[in-house]
């Protein structure tokens, strides 16, 4: 179940549902999910589905990990990247097989450090993680050229689209007071900032600040 093979898998059905970004394919393929989840889960861990990875929290499924990557990328060359909620650890190693420069912010500090074991043995030295708020960002190593936010703002966070740097884009879910959630992409050029609706989606709300 946690063989390059099961894992080729996925990618043929992440392929199947419409991801055609090959950099973003080749990544999903070389990150092994299982070690991300739970050892009970792991028999699951190539299943189009979000896990529970404890604190309340879940792993997303490869097809929006892949998605969310494939729209901030789409005809750009890859940046320097942020993700809000590193979670388990899972995207931000899947960023950093595409991006040359990765930073991930995670509010629970316990989450973080269970993250940091994960990816210890990938060896990514291009991902850094931090203990933060993810509404705040991460000024110091701004501008991005690509922010992924992995859970569910009720508002466009102001100083993560002054973050993003000129040509980047920014993609995250966006929560409606009907309690639907849809994603988001904000791009910004010479002219200022463009937003674009996408696809319904469910993650876990966005808190602010450290836990």
């Known amino acids: 179940m946690t063989s390059a093979r ?8 992440l392929r199947a549902k419409g991801i055609r970004d090959e950099r973003v394919l080749a990544a999903l393929g070389s990150v092994p999910r299982h070690v991300f989840v739970e050892e009970a889960l792991a028999s699951r861990a190539y ?4 896990l529970p990875i404890g604190f309340g929290q879940t792993i997303s499924h490869p097809y929006v990990v892949a998605r969310m990557i494939e729209v901030v990328l789409e005809n750009k060359t890859p940046g320097k990247a942020l993700e809000i909620g590193t979670g388990c650890g899972y995207q931000a190693a899947v960023l950093a097989h595409v991006f040359p420069e990765v930073y991930s912010i995670e509010r629970i ?7 940091r074991k994960n990816v210890l043995a990938l060896r990514l030295a291009n991902l ?9 960002g991460l000024e110091q190593a701004a ?18 689209v002054k973050q993003l740097a000129a040509g980047g884009r920014m993609i995250l879910p966006l929560a409606a007071s009907s309690g639907e959630q849809r994603l988001v992409l904000i791009e910004r050029s010479a002219r200022g900032f463009t937003e674009s609706e996408l696809d319904p989606v469910r993650f876990v709300p966005m808190e602010a600040g450290k836990a």
């Open 6 to 13: 099961t894992r080729a898998r996925m990618v043929a059905r």
């Open 47 to 50: 299943e189009d589905d979000a």
């Open 109 to 115: 500090k316990g989450l973080l450090e269970r993250a």
């Open 128 to 136: 850094r993680l931090a203990h933060g708020d993810g509404y705040a």
């Open 143 to 160: 501008p991005f050229h690509a922010i992924v936010v992995a859970a569910a703002a009720p508002r466009i966070p102001e100083a993560l």
